[in-house]
């Protein structure tokens, strides 16, 4: 019979599995590294699941925890990338035909346009595109709600351009 | 076709995570609990059974120079279980007032005091067993001639100073690969959030 740590622990998973997971795909490339990342998070939040008081909302908890463990995974990961050896050139690294769909280059560029922000702002804008309050935001990175405010301009206008290329030529 | 940020948020919010087996990872996790759990006290137990062995095998208790040999190797190793213990990355997180500001300086402080300990405190606490040794030595060899007494002495003082060697030269690679291009990626860090 499960107890009452596995039930409240389903229950967070259920409600939140969707939204850490895009956090782990917003701060590492491969979707192999952000089901490894995914799962140190739940590791974590069932470790520190008890020390959990209710002084603030569950929510706001499990993204700092997500947002911690993942700016120490990305630092880890990029060491190794670094050591990984360059792709040659000219390289046909394109995808089977049904898979390329619009919807899934147009996540893909998100990614990609996620990826090249600085961390905080990478931050930033995963917590943005999940309709998290500024306030919020301010309380898991640690920094002021109007500093949150100005960043959320350039993050805005940042994932808007990457995702509107100009039109080259006429 | 034009996209706003509200497109992109839609976007973003279309991806769904894959089925995870959370029954087995559970499992998993109550199982690396207990491991680790044992693991601690069996880690706590160690010292004191360490001394414990030191004090009745060797004759050590009944001289003055035996009890200082026996204080200083407790105080060392107790130190360095102190020092591993406040440098480990863990259960920093879990508080609910944490923030990533104080997460990342939290986790450099710890990883600052992970080279410390290499740099700076192995090598005391080498010196202090490497002394400590020494003079257990004194008290259990002074029925020997002088000779053998000197080659004993420093026997043990080269065979503490090669195995500190070879340690620190292993986790001073392993700090240098793993720990500091953590510690320049997370002051980097600060420094934004600072701004």
């Known amino acids: 019979m499960k107890n009452a740590k596995e039930l409240q622990f389903e229950a967070l998973y259920q409600s939140h599995k969707d939204k850490v997971y895009r956090l782990c795909l917003g701060f590492v490339r491969e979707k192999e590294q952000a089901n490894d990342l995914f799962q140190e998070i739940l590791i974590k939040i069932w470790r520190h699941l008890d020390s959990f008081k209710g002084e603030s909302e569950i929510s706001t908890w499990i993204y700092r925890i997500a947002y911690n463990t993942a700016l120490t995974f990305a630092a880890r990961e990029k060491k190794k990338d670094q050591k990984q050896t360059e792709m040659p050139e000219n390289l046909d690294l394109s995808e089977p035909e049904n898979y390329n769909s619009e919807q899934e280059i147009r996540i893909q560029m998100l990614y990609e346009a996620i990826n090249e922000l600085p961390e905080l702002d990478r931050v930033i804008a995963t917590l943005l595109l999940e309709n998290t309050a500024y306030k919020s935001i301010a309380e898991i990175s640690g920094i002021s709600e109007n500093y949150v405010a100005v960043k959320v301009n350039r993050i805005k206008a940042a994932l808007t351009q990457k995702l509107n290329p100009q039109p080259h030529g006429n | ?195």
């Open chain 2, 1 to 195: 076709m034009e996209t706003n940020f509200n497109d992109i948020q839609q976007l973003w919010q279309s991806q769904k995570a894959d089925n995870f087996d959370l029954a087995e990872l559970i499992q998993q996790m109550k199982a690396t609990e207990k491991k680790q759990k044992l693991e601690w006290i069996l880690g706590l137990a160690c010292t004191p059974l360490t001394i414990a062995f030191l004090v009745y095998v060797l004759p050590l208790k009944d001289s003055v120079l035996g009890i200082l040999t026996l204080v200083i190797i407790s105080i060392a190793m107790a130190w360095v279980i102190w020092l591993n213990s406040k440098s480990l990355l863990k259960k920093v997180e879990d508080s609910e007032s944490y923030s990533q500001r104080n997460y990342v300086e939290d986790q450099l402080r710890k990883l600052n005091l992970r080279g410390k300990i290499i740099q700076k405190h192995m090598i005391t606490y080498g010196v202090l067993l490497a002394v400590a040794i020494n003079l257990g030595y004194l008290e259990v060899l002074a029925p020997l001639a002088l000779q053998y007494r000197l080659v004993a002495h420093l026997g043990a003082t080269l065979f503490v100073a090669g195995i500190m060697w070879f340690t620190l030269r292993k986790k001073k690679s392993k700090f240098e690969t793993e720990s500091q291009p953590m510690i320049r990626q997370l002051e980097k860090l600060l420094i934004e959030l600072k701004n």
